[in-house]
């Protein structure tokens, strides 16, 4: 299984950022939201590994 990682970084004017390594999909969002609690999101960027998911021990490419 690949290591994930969670990278926050808060600035000297008190703004925050999370970078999600090693997520896939539904999960990183999740992720997300448990670190967000009850602050307001004012940017989200996906990566190119939220449009993967595993299925069956394979990764594929969701196709829109």
């Known amino acids: 299984m690949k290591e994930k990682t969670v990278i926050i970084e808060i600035d ?3 703004n925050s950022s999370i970078d999600l390594e090693g997520f896939h999909g539904k999960g ?3 992720v997300a939201k448990d670190f967000q ?5 004012k940017n989200v960027r996906a990566k190119p590994e ?3 998911h595993e ?3 394979k990764r594929q ?4």
Do not use: L, M, N, P
């Not at 609690?37 to 999101?41: A, E, I, N, P, S």
């Not at 490419?61 to 829109?64: A, D, P, V, Y």
């Open 12 to 14: 000297e004017q008190g």
């Open 28 to 30: 990183c969002t999740d």
């Open 37 to 41: 609690g009850h602050d307001v999101v």
């Open 50 to 52: 939220f449009y993967f």
């Open 55 to 57: 299925t069956a021990g």
């Open 61 to 64: 490419q969701q196709r829109s």
